[in-house]
Structure formats: C-alpha cells, structure tokens
C-alpha cells in the first residue's frame, strides 16, 4: 500500500511542475510533425524511410496483400508496443513512460491527419515511380518528385526526433531501437538511427523496386546526418577563456547574473614571462552574448577566446543551481 502512495504522490508531483508541462507540449509537437511527415510523404509515395512507420507501410501491404486488411495506425500501435516493452526494460523508465505517451498518439494523429485532410486531396499520380516499375494505382506523390517527398519528410522528421532526444524521449519505433545502440555500443544517435534504419529499409524490398529500396537508404543516410546536425546545434555551448587583471569581476558577473560557474587557473605569458589569472567557463550563446556586452560596455581589457563544444555531460546543468546558491551566501 505505502509504494502505491509513493507511486501516487510521484505522479502528482510531475503533474503540478512546469517542467512536466513543457515536456508535454514538446512530445505532442514532436508527435504532431511525424504523423504529417508519415502520412503525407510517406504513406502516398510508398517511399521507405528506415522508421518503424516504413516497417509499417511494408507490413499493412504484404497483409493486404494476402486479403487481410490491418490499418497503418493499427500496424504502428501493435509494432509500437512490443518496442516500448524494450524501452521500459533496456533504456529506463522516464525514457520508457515518455516514449509510450508518444508512440501511443501516433497512430491517432495520422487517423486525425486523414480526417482532416486526406492525402488523396494533394497527392497527383507520379509518373516517376510508374516508370520505376511502381503499380499506376498506388504511384503518388504529394511534392510531384519522390526526391522532394524525401527532403520534406527527412527535414521534418529529424527535427522532430532531435525534440525528443533533448527532453530523454522519443518518437517510438526506430527511434527505441537508435537509443538502445546508442546506450549500450556508444554510436553517437545520428549513426545509431541510420543503422537501424537501414535495417528496416531492407525490407521494402517486398514492396517496391530497386530503385525505391536505394532512395530509401539514402534518406536514412540523410536522417543520421541531420540528426547529428540538428543534436550539435542544439547542445551546442562555448568554452570561453579570458585572460584579465579584472578577473575577479568577470568572476563574479559570470556567477551572480549569468548564474554559472566557472574554472581560475595561474598562466605564465610567453612573451612578457608575467603570471595571469586565466578564467574558463562553459556558457550558452545567448549567456556569451551577454558576456562579451558586459565586458564592452564596463571597457574591461581583456583578451578572449571561445570556441564550440557539441556535447555537454555530467552536472553542467545542475551547476547552474548550486552556483547560485553559493553566489547568495557570499
């Protein structure tokens, strides 16, 4: 009874804290951008991305095929589940409950895509894919090339993965299966999406041409790459080093109204054999912006370099909160 009220007080907790919300609204608009990336490019091209949703067109035409009729968004839920089980049991149990919500609203939201606007409504017969070998009767293309379909959906649904990723979730699907390679081989995540979805682009060989399968592979390829793209950019912080007889103000500017903190070490100057104070810090774009205005405009001499780090690990964010606390007590 007494880990029911702990389970219970845990939940109402999260569902009182911003934090929780604001996840919550990313999830939904991560989860709103794949569903029209899957229905409008994926479903009328036939194009087979390395996603689960691809697996899916694969799956729903070889049971259509053999006269059972299962829906896209049925296919997705069923192949959905059985990865979040894996979620839940490799990964870890944010990751897991976090992905659940989203893979659980994808096939509604492809059913709410459809309601509101059939793909049928935009898409014109491509004479492309015809020529390919592709049956008249399902050759379509909402962009009117197979080639912009891909770029559409390859630019949406990166950035929609690169979402979840931030916040520790995920779309579902391949996504589950990137994060497991990315956990447990240490791939950075834009190699562990195109390797797993190369895999499933594999299997479009059921479906569709060579050529298809090959256009496929190559939008995988692109995935990984803007993925790492989009994950770079969006990590990115600047590792600033100053060197300035006014270090102590820069200190104390950097830990007081940036809310960060920061390294001192003892330089010796090359060429003037003098000792320094030299000053490091990691700090965002916007918090460097505003450091390199507080050193113009107080004319603090000062000789800086910054350079880009992709990745942050351990308690940089968590620093933010202690540095703070230590910045009032003094």
Same mark, same amino acid.
């Given at each position: 009874?007494? *880990?029911?009220?702990?389970i219970?007080?845990?939940i109402s907790?999260?569902?009182?804290?911003?934090?929780?919300?604001?996840?919550l609204?990313?999830?939904t608009?991560g989860?709103?951008?794949?569903?029209?990336?899957?229905?409008?490019?994926?479903?009328?091209?036939?194009?087979?991305?390395?996603?689960i949703?691809?697996?899916s067109?694969?799956?729903?035409?070889?049971?259509?095929?053999?006269?059972?009729?299962?829906s896209?968004?049925?296919?997705?839920?069923?192949?959905n589940a059985i990865?979040?089980?894996?979620?839940y049991?490799?990964?870890g149990?944010?990751?897991?409950?976090k992905?659940?919500?989203?893979?659980?609203i994808l096939?509604?939201?492809?059913k709410?895509c459809?309601w509101v606007y059939?793909?049928?409504?935009?898409?014109?017969?491509?004479?492309?894919?015809?020529?390919m070998?592709?049956?008249?009767s399902?050759?379509?293309?909402?962009?009117g090339n197979?080639?912009?379909d891909?770029?559409?959906?390859?630019?949406i649904?990166?950035?929609?993965?690169?979402?979840?990723?931030?916040?520790?979730?995920?779309?579902?699907?391949l996504?589950i299966l990137? *994060?497991?390679?990315n956990?447990?081989?240490?791939?950075?995540?834009g190699k562990?999406v195109?390797?797993?979805g190369?895999i499933i682009?594999?299997?479009?060989?059921a479906?569709?041409?060579f050529?298809?399968?090959?256009?496929?592979?190559?939008?995988?390829?692109?995935n990984?790459m803007?993925v790492n793209?989009?994950?770079a950019?969006?990590?990115?912080r600047?590792?600033?080093c100053?060197?300035?007889k006014d270090?102590?103000?820069?200190r104390?500017?950097?830990?007081?109204?940036l809310?960060?903190?920061?390294?001192?070490?003892e330089?010796?100057?090359g060429?003037?054999n003098?000792?320094s104070?030299e000053?490091?810090?990691?700090?965002?774009?916007?918090?460097?912006?505003?450091?390199?205005?507080?050193?113009?405009?107080n004319?603090?001499?000062a000789?800086?370099t910054?350079?880009?780090?992709?990745?942050?690990?351990?308690?940089?964010a968590k620093?933010?909160?202690?540095?703070?606390?230590?910045?009032?007590?003094?």
């Amino acid at each position: 009874m007494s *880990k029911v009220n702990d389970i219970l007080k845990e939940i109402s907790q999260a569902l009182v804290s911003k934090k929780f919300w604001i996840e919550l609204i990313i999830m939904t608009l991560g989860m709103v951008m794949t569903a029209i990336c899957v229905y409008y490019f994926l479903v009328p091209s036939k194009l087979i991305v390395g996603s689960i949703s691809g697996l899916s067109i694969v799956l729903t035409n070889i049971f259509q095929s053999m006269g059972i009729n299962i829906s896209l968004s049925m296919m997705i839920t069923v192949i959905n589940a059985i990865l979040l089980i894996l979620a839940y049991l490799l990964i870890g149990k944010e990751f897991g409950l976090k992905t659940v919500y989203c893979a659980l609203i994808l096939g509604p939201l492809t059913k709410v895509c459809e309601w509101v606007y059939p793909w049928e409504n935009l898409a014109t017969p491509n004479d492309y894919l015809i020529n390919m070998g592709v049956d008249a009767s399902s050759a379509f293309s909402v962009m009117g090339n197979p080639w912009f379909d891909l770029l559409c959906c390859v630019v949406i649904l990166s950035a929609a993965q690169t979402l979840m990723f931030s916040i520790n979730a995920s779309t579902g699907g391949l996504d589950i299966l990137a *994060k497991i390679v990315n956990k447990y081989l240490h791939f950075d995540m834009g190699k562990s999406v195109s390797v797993a979805g190369a895999i499933i682009c594999l299997t479009a060989f059921a479906i569709n041409p060579f050529q298809m399968v090959i256009i496929g592979l190559i939008a995988t390829w692109i995935n990984g790459m803007v993925v790492n793209m989009f994950t770079a950019n969006l990590n990115q912080r600047k590792r600033v080093c100053i060197v300035s007889k006014d270090y102590d103000r820069i200190r104390r500017f950097i830990i007081d109204d940036l809310d960060r903190g920061c390294t001192l070490y003892e330089v010796i100057g090359g060429y003037t054999n003098e000792k320094s104070i030299e000053l490091e810090a990691l700090l965002t774009n916007d918090e460097f912006s505003s450091l390199m205005a507080y050193l113009d405009k107080n004319e603090i001499k000062a000789f800086t370099t910054a350079g880009n780090v992709s990745e942050v690990y351990g308690l940089w964010a968590k620093d933010r909160r202690r540095t703070r606390k230590h910045a009032e007590k003094r």
